[in-house]
T-cell receptor
Framework: NAGVTQTPKFQVLKTGQSMTLQCAQD?????MYWYRQDPGMGLRLIYYSASEGTTDKGEVPNGYNVSRLNKREFSLRLESAAPSQTSVYFCASTGLAGYSAVPNEQFFGPGTRLTVL | EDQVTQSPEALRLQEGESSSLNCSYT??????LFWYRQDPGKGPEFLFT???AGEEKEKERLKATLTKKESFLHITAPKPEDSATYLCAVPSRVSFGNEKLTFGTGTRLTIIP
């Protein structure tokens, strides 16, 4: 099992350019997440998807869109990149916990390092 | 709003010198606490889940403990390969069966040979 994979690993964009970050998991997980990690800020949730066909905003959704293409894949799109979006982006996934069950750990991909000039 | 604070921000230890990392939290109803390890240039790697105050878990030189207000990650006789950033996070339910994680900013641990 590859776990959670992300492409690309590195990307440099100019202000105003668009791009899509790809994420896939092979663990048959229902829930998938996109986080960004900035120095001194910790990991912050951008968007999440509880199941195929559903997506919801996290803490910092402005400037991003997402698509849950199928159960395996969850993409993050920057329509018009800004320097403030320079960050490391992580995708994560977790299995579905029942309503009264304890929360499950999230599994993270290796990250995409994005620089916007 | 859930909050997680980790201290110290950075810690340098000699090989074999034991110490503890702190994670304090403010949540409305703790449902668990996660510890992750992150190596430079990589994604967070899951270490432990603690579900209730008084619970302890161990893995090699690491032991995680949980109280009603904080968690500690104790590292005993560390080796250089334990050097990493250690993150803690608390879950909060966002929808049926789904949790989001609120992370601390981490403790960057360096073990000097």
């Amino acid at each position: 099992n590859a776990g959670v994979t992300q492409t690309p690993k590195f990307q440099v964009l100019k202000t105003g350019q668009s791009m899509t970050l790809q994420c896939a998991q092979d663990m048959n997980h229902n829930s998938m997440y996109w986080y960004r990690q900035d120095p001194g800020m910790g990991l912050r949730l951008i968007y999440y998807s509880a199941s195929e066909g559903t997506t919801d905003k996290g803490e910092v959704p402005n400037g991003y869109n997402v698509s849950r293409l199928n159960k395996r894949e969850f993409s993050l799109r920057l329509e018009s990149a800004a320097p403030s979006q320079t960050s490391v982006y992580f995708c994560a996934s977790t299995g579905l916990a029942g309503y009264s069950a304890v929360p499950n750990e999230q599994f993270f991909g290796p990250g995409t390092r994005l620089t916007v000039l | 709003e859930d909050q997680v604070t980790q201290s110290p921000e950075a810690l340098r230890l000699q090989e074999g010198e034991s110490s503890s990392l702190n994670c304090s939290y403010t949540v409305s109803g703790l449902r668990g606490l996660f510890w992750y390890r992150q190596d430079p240039g990589k994604g967070p790697e899951f270490l432990f889940t603690l579900y209730s105050a008084g619970e302890e878990k161990e893995k090699e030189r690491l032991k995680a403990t949980l109280t009603k207000k904080e968690s500690f990650l104790h590292i005993t006789a560390p080796k250089p390969e334990d050097s990493a950033t250690y993150l803690c996070a608390v879950p909060s339910r966002v929808s049926f069966g789904n949790e989001k994680l609120t992370f601390g900013t981490g403790t960057r641990l360096t073990i000097i040979p």
